[in-house]
């Protein structure tokens, strides 16, 4: 069986759909509402994102109703770009150009091929521990000790983030839980959960937001928007506990848990464009700056929500 | 159609983010001058061109590196129907230097676009090099040609001397406003401000 045949996941891809639409008929609405050149900015701001969103929604869901290997492979190539604007953002010497080659060329597609390969011991230590050794190793060989140990910490922090935090939701995929669904459906629950927390906690600031988190890091995060974005994902992720293996308290409890670590992976990736002084880590997706903008919230996430399902179902 | 495959290769491996400064790009016959700092420069710049304009455009590299071997002599004379030049020609007077502009100027007059790299051979990357004189000596010949700076960031991250592989990092390439030889204007006075039109268009 495919994801396909599953009557739940064509289900949620048209409330998806329905979402999409609803957007873009608000954001098309909203441009006749503004008077202010501030208001116009934003609104078309938002239009350029609803852009974005119908992209990745579509890339999205073609890599669910391919099955496995799809999403695998999209997911890889996700991590390709994120560490390629990860790298392209930090300070790299000369002497770390093989270790870099090894990062994109080996290390990266080995990590997915573990996934691809159910092969789960090995995958969850391949970076972590594997790499973690051969990187210092390879940038030794080099012969470079200028700033050594700041530069095999940026490579070996840009793989953790970047590819190893992110596989774990395609190994969602792969993950033995009892229940007779779909597995692709646990993949949607944590993709819709995160990056609607991050739409919602936007909406809420822009609407409510007063007081800024962490003003120094992203002035636009706002105590408002945090607490009205956590909590209304958390409810839509609770409302969407007849397509999980988790009864409604349980599928509450996740999805919340989801929401944190999202909130604190955006607030991390935004702390290191702050240090770096970009707002945007590229300019790959309309309205939304690069990949790595986009999967912030899902790195931190992805982990979480994958030993937490592993361990309880 | 290797030409066209191995544009979108170079684009793809660079990322490349193209920027004209002052005008869209357009097919008038000009040569286009960057900073120079991995193999992969000339490819860029060219692939940065839209395919109407790169068919007109021939790239001036070097001799003895693009003479050694079958495919790369195939890929200069073929593909990219390469300018090829000898590189110690940059001491002007000889008569390799003479040999070599008037090449440049013949290619001209067959009515090619160029793109060249005035520092003659490769930087780190973290500053330009003072340009050769060639570049000088062409706009005597003909001193109607329209010049244009481009300044390539980045790229000696991508492909540093001495490495095979490139990593795929973003890159940019940032085209900036013509220019011409001024009436009077002597060899390091000029040289010197096309250095600095590259230089003007590096990101802050």
Redo the contacts between chains.
């Keep these: 069986m495919t994801a396909l045949d599953d009557p739940d996941v064509l289900r949620l891809l048209l409330i998806v759909l329905g979402l999409l639409v609803v957007g873009s008929v608000a954001g098309q609405a909203l441009r006749g509402a503004v008077r202010t050149d501030a208001g116009r900015a934003t609104v078309a701001n938002i239009n350029d994102r609803m852009r974005g969103w119908w992209m990745m929604s579509a890339l999205f869901a073609l890599a669910l109703l391919t099955g496995g290997i799809g999403s695998v492979v999209m997911f890889a190539l996700v991590s ?1 770009l994120a560490l ?2 990860f ?2 953002l930090v300070a ?1 010497r ?1 002497s770390d ?2 270790t ?2 090894a990062a ?2 080996l290390f990266t597609p080995a990590q997915y091929a573990l996934v691809a390969a159910h092969w789960y011991g090995l995958f969850a230590i391949l970076i972590p521990v594997y790499v973690f050794l051969l990187v210092p190793t390879s940038m030794v060989i080099a012969g470079d000790t200028e700033r050594f140990l700041e530069r095999t910490a940026t490579i070996q922090w840009g793989l953790m983030a970047c590819v190893y935090c992110l596989s774990y939701a395609p190994a969602l995929l792969f993950l033995d839980v009892d229940w007779d669904s779909e597995n692709a459906l646990l993949l949607f629950f944590l993709v819709v959960v995160v990056q609607l927390s991050d739409v919602l906690q936007y909406v809420w600031g822009k609407t409510l937001g007063r007081r800024p988190i962490a003003p120094r890091v992203s002035p636009n995060k706002t105590w408002e928007g945090f607490a009205g974005g956590v909590l209304s994902a958390t409810a839509v992720g609770t409302a969407l506990w007849w397509a999980t293996p988790f009864p409604p308290a349980a599928a509450a409890a996740l999805a919340f848990a989801i929401c944190i670590a999202g909130f604190a992976g955006g607030l991390t990736m935004a702390a290191i464009k702050r240090d770096r002084g970009v707002k945007d880590y ?2 790959l997706i309309p309205g939304h700056g690069g990949v790595l903008d986009r999967i912030d919230s899902l790195t931190f996430a992805a982990p979480l929500f994958f030993h937490l399902t592993r361990f309880f179902y | 159609m290797i030409a066209a495959l191995l544009a979108s290769a170079a684009r793809a491996m660079s ?1 490349v ?1 193209v920027r004209w400064t002052e005008r869209p790009p357009d097919d008038a016959q000009r040569v286009y001058f960057a900073n120079h700092s991995s193999h992969l420069d000339f490819l860029v710049v060219w692939s940065a061109l839209p395919a109407y304009v790169r068919t007109a455009t021939r790239p001036v590299a070097a001799a003895d590196y693009w003479c050694r071997g079958r495919v790369r002599r195939r890929l200069a004379g073929r593909v990219f129907r390469a300018v090829l030049i000898e590189r110690r020609a940059g001491a002007s007077g000889t008569a390799a230097g003479r040999d070599a502009v008037e090449r440049l100027v013949q290619a001209v007059d067959e009515g090619a676009s160029l793109i060249v790299f005035p520092e003659g051979t490769r930087g ?1 990357g973290a500053e330009v090099a003072p340009f050769k004189s060639g570049l000088y000596h062409l706009c005597v010949a003909r001193p109607e040609l329209e010049l244009m700076p481009v300044h390539l960031d ?1 790229l ?2 991508v492909l ?1 001397k001495g ?1 095979a ?6 890159c940019r390439a940032t085209f900036g406003a013509p220019m011409r030889l001024r009436e009077g204007e002597d060899k390091p006075a000029f040289l010197e401000r096309a250095r600095a039109a590259v230089m003007e268009l590096a990101p802050a």
């Design positions: 390709f390629r604007e790298v392209t790299s000369r150009h093989r870099l080659v994109f060329f590229g300019t | 990322g983010s780190d980045n000696n991250r540093p490495e592989v490139p990593v795929p990092l973003i």
